[in-house]
């Protein structure tokens, strides 16, 4: 079973460490993709590098949290549960504690999988992918997640553990559905009904 508020503590730190670490990370790259689209001028440089690392984090959530759902539905293989963990750790041996290697299969595997292909769209590379789930943000989804059964969980209760890391008054502020390009996992969820 699982609760709202732990899935919830697991994506704030998640957020937390990934804005911290990747704060000045690929700002030239970053700077280049808003000249080439010239979308969003109003914002300075600054501004709209920072939000264009929100809208990035915010998306890697939406994976995280849509491979967990679907893995505990029974949709696609189990990686991130405790199954899955259970399977990595028999099949590797010194590379046990390296869950960001099993988020890279997590998401290969998922695109490559034709009896789900709605996902191929929800997982599609974009220009937020950039950054790279490393050893400790993969570390936090596989401790933090792997415990909670999530066979159960409902678009609502989807939409509000985004309300609650995302609420509305950021929405307003940051306006993402505006910002850039779309973010495939972030669109997805947002648009639930």
Known sequence: MYEIQDIVEVLEKFIKIFIIKYEYENIGLIKKFRIDSRKNLEYDEVDWCRLFLKKSCFNYCCKILLLRVFEDKG?????????????????VKNIKDRYDKLYD????????DEEISFLK??????????????????EIIAKGLADLDLKDINNSDLKKIFRKIYPLDAREEYRFHEFY?????????LGLN
Do not use: H
């Not at 299969?105 to 490559?112: G, L, S």
């Open 75 to 91: 949709k696609i293989t189990s990686k991130f549960n405790n199954e899955g963990i259970a399977t990595w750790n028999k099949l």
């Open 105 to 112: 299969i997590a998401i290969i595997d998922i695109k490559n």
């Open 121 to 138: 769209n929800v997982f599609a590379e974009s220009d937020y992918d950039i950054y790279q789930i490393d050893k400790e943000l993969a």
């Open 181 to 189: 390009k779309e973010a495939p996992a972030l669109d997805y969820i």
